[in-house]
């Protein structure tokens, strides 16, 4: 028997464990998501010290993380939308 998971709480778990480990201060990550049939809108919300090393070089590390993302987001049939904030 296969386990049913909320494709909006895997996407959650995998951004929050990848911001986490790119951050000086993790304990500032918080990541909610907003899904609805088609996509998952992910919302990613770190310290202001900290925006930069979520988007990188020239936006590469963001743009990593969205291929990532979108990988697994096509895994359960859905779209997603990468929003990062300070």
Known sequence: MTETVEPSKTLRDLVEYIARE???DPRNVTVTTVES???VVIEL???KEDVGKVIGKG???A???R???SAA???HKKKSVLDIKE
């Open 63 to 65: 743009k990593a993380l």
């Open 67 to 69: 291929k990532v993302i």
């Open 37 to 39: 049939d088609t996509v």
């Open 45 to 47: 919300l770190v310290a």
């Open 73 to 75: 987001a096509t895994k």
């Open 22 to 24: 790119l951050v000086d």
């Open 59 to 61: 936006g590469q590390t």
